[in-house]
């Protein structure tokens, strides 16, 4: 935002303010007005001439008007730009590692083995020989039954896990 608004030559708060200058004028003109302030009044309060209140009114009718809502947002939008600053200014929005914290990488990278240092056992035909024996003794799936218990031993098991958790 700060960036922005150096582009567009003006403070921040200058900025967001010209964005809704216009509104807020209306606003304050419409409102004033059915307060039963008088054209000279609004005009006064808003350090206009009577013709250009008017015209603020005038030109303010094409606006939407500002709901709480609008204002919920815009105190929102204000706090965020606040938290953004507060975080750039501290230096934690991106921090910079220490040079202790660099020098322990540098530290642990230094530890590690050449890749071509590094050597994985190949198997022997002996070691490919013993894993296929192992596999043809396993059974196939089809091969495999799981005992399926009887109505008397699901039975038995609810009366003893009845007996047995007593509140």
């Known amino acids: 935002m700060e960036r922005f608004a150096a582009l567009a030559g003006k403070p921040v708060d200058q900025l967001i303010l010209s964005w809704i200058e216009d509104k807020v004028n209306h606003a304050m003109v419409v409102a004033m007005r059915a307060g039963g302030a008088t054209w000279e009044a609004v005009a006064s309060e808003l350090g206009t001439s009577i013709t250009q209140t008017r015209r603020i009114y005038a030109a303010g009718s094409e606006f939407q008007p500002i709901r709480k809502d609008d204002t919920k947002i815009a105190e929102k939008y204000l706090k965020l730009l606040e938290e953004i600053r507060d975080l750039t200014e501290n230096g934690d929005l ?25 050597h994985f056992p190949i198997p022997t035909q002996a070691d490919l020989d013993m894993i296929e024996e192992y596999t043809q003794a396993l059974p196939d ?11 008397e031993d699901i039975e038995a098991v609810e009366r003893y896990a009845a007996a047995t958790n007593k509140d």
């Open 141 to 151: 799936v089809e091969e495999i039954h799981f005992p399926v218990p009887s109505e």
């Open 94 to 118: 991106f921090p910079i590692p220490a040079q202790e914290s660099l020098d322990m990488i540098q530290e642990y990278t230094n530890a590690l083995p050449d890749v071509d240092e590094i």
